[in-house]
Nanobody, 115 residues
Framework: QVQLVESGGGLVQAGGSLRLSCAASGSISRFGSMSWHRQAPGKQREWVTSLLRTGTTMYADSVKGRFTISKDNAKNTVYLQMDSLKPDDTAVYFC?????????WGQGTQVTVSS
């Protein structure tokens, strides 16, 4: 069983930055992948970015060039650096880990970007 706890959300003005953290209860170095997803009010949850065990990163077009995923294996934590935030980035952000064959989700952290 893996537990994920997100933190770092909050209210920020458009153009500002936030860094989200996802602390895992297990050793993330053995996880197949970790990713961030978000869900805006009235919308389906959408994928934002992934970091594979190989180190490969992938980003949704909507955040490419503005968001950066990274990890600290020693702290078992994955980060999402969000820069140049837009009001459309407002959502609850969720961390997900795939430890085959299981998938684990965190409880989410709210990010609100004001115009």
């Amino acid at each position: 069983q893996v537990q994920l706890v997100e933190s770092g959300g909050g209210l920020v003005q458009a153009g500002g930055s936030l860094r989200l953290s996802c602390a895992a209860s297990g050793s993330i170095s053995r996880f197949g992948s970790m990713s961030w997803h978000r869900q805006a009010p009235g919308k389906q949850r959408e994928w934002v970015t992934s970091l594979l065990r190989t180190g490969t990163t992938m980003y949704a077009d909507s955040v490419k060039g503005r968001f950066t995923i990274s990890k600290d294996n020693a702290k078992n934590t994955v980060y999402l650096q969000m820069d140049s935030l837009k009001p459309d980035d407002t959502a609850v952000y969720f961390c997900r880990a795939i430890v085959s064959p299981n998938t684990y989700w965190g409880q989410g952290t709210q990010v609100t970007v004001s115009s």
